[in-house]
């Protein structure tokens, strides 16, 4: 049997720094939101200084969703374990094998995805499998991550995409383990009523709704596991609130916003940080801020056990144990 320890490194700190790990993706997901016509004339992405971004910066409507699929996306990586341990729960239903839960970043429709595109190549291996929960071999992914590209621009290259992962172009993210080499196509949406399944999609990462049902669960109707994230005193709550300090901060000139526009002591105070920034990059500004920012939450162990039977079958082969960090 695999015993599989979740170990937490460091206490959930307080809202200021759970407040700051979250705005940087936010940024990043703004800062890529730009036109790319704009960002040429500005020299790059990596020449954006912090203050041209209120200049440059028009809202859209999708806009927070973007900025919600790179904060899904740097919850997972960076191990916080509101989102970790969840999503975990989703691959498991999917039965996706391994102990290092990851997340690459594809989404297609935003400005700068051949760059993302060429960052998920440098992650995936010749052996990288997606899974896409019929039977067969599963797909070579590193194989077809071009072909999924153009599928996204291109309906006719849809064709050229196995059935089994025609609809796999709709990914927002690739989650799995990247021990195992395995993963599975995500699409995350902050309106639950978007959320779409496709042929290759696995999970869909929603926020939770009232009324509904919070558990991670199989959607049969769409071929989806479900995964809502949390609210109240959890990450979606977190996640909104650094979204609401952000466009404070750009409607104020990327200056601090006035009191009534934000009120509250914890959002000024991160959004501090950025004003004393104002005049450096935002790609530099985002590395700079990951220091204030909650670090590294929970630690994976993954070992195997000796199991003897008793009586029966057994019905169990990986038990999963989140251990608290001792105070």
């Known amino acids: ?57 028009r809202a859209g409507d ?39 839960l990851k997340s690459l970043l594809f989404g297609l429709e935003k400005t700068g995805a051949q760059q993302l595109i060429a960052t998920a190549e ?10 896409y929960g019929t039977r067969g071999q599963p797909a070579k992914l590193r194989r077809h991550i071009n072909f ?19 609809g796999l172009w709709k990914a927002d993210l690739f989650v799995g383990y990247d021990d ?8 995350v949406k902050i309106n639950p009523s978007q959320l779409e399944g496709a042929a290759g999609l696995r999970i869909g990462i929603i926020p939770t709704r009232q009324g509904r049902s919070d558990a991670v669960r199989k959607d049969d109707s769409k071929n989806l596991v479900l995964c809502p994230l949390h609210h109240d005193g959890d990450f979606m709550q977190v996640f909104y609130e650094g979204w609401r300090a952000i466009q404070a901060f750009i409607d104020a000139d990327a200056k601090m916003p006035k009191e009534v526009d934000l009120p509250s002591p914890v959002h000024r105070e991160v959004v501090r940080i950025l004003v004393e920034r104002r005049e450096f990059g935002v790609l530099d500004v ?24 008793i009586r029966g079958s057994a019905q169990t082969d990986m038990f999963l144990a989140p251990i608290s960090r001792s105070v």
């Open 148 to 166: 999924l590209a153009g599928a996204f621009r291109n309906r006719r290259t849809r064709l050229a995409l196995p059935y089994s992962i025609r």
């Open 180 to 187: 195992t080499d395995r993963w599975v196509g995500t699409s």
């Open 62 to 100: 999708g806009d927070c969703g973007i900025c919600f699929e790179y904060a899904v996306h740097e919850a997972l990586n960076s191990g916080d374990p509101r989102v970790l341990e969840r999503i975990n729960d989703a691959a498991r239903l999917c039965n996706v094998p391994g102990a290092n």
């Open 122 to 131: 440098e992650i995936l291996t010749e052996d990288s499998r997606v899974l």
């Open 286 to 309: 985002i590395e700079a801020i990951k220091k204030f920012g909650q670090p590294e939450l929970l630690h994976t162990e993954d070992r195997q056990a000796d199991m003897g039977a």
């Open 1 to 57: 049997m695999r015993v599989q320890e979740e170990r937490q490194l460091n206490a959930v700190s307080d809202e200021v720094l759970a407040l700051t790990a979250v705005i940087r993706p936010i940024l990043r997901g703004l800062l890529y939101a730009l036109k790319s016509d704009i960002v040429g004339e500005a020299g790059g992405y990596e020449n954006v200084l912090l203050k041209m971004l209120p200049r440059l910066y």
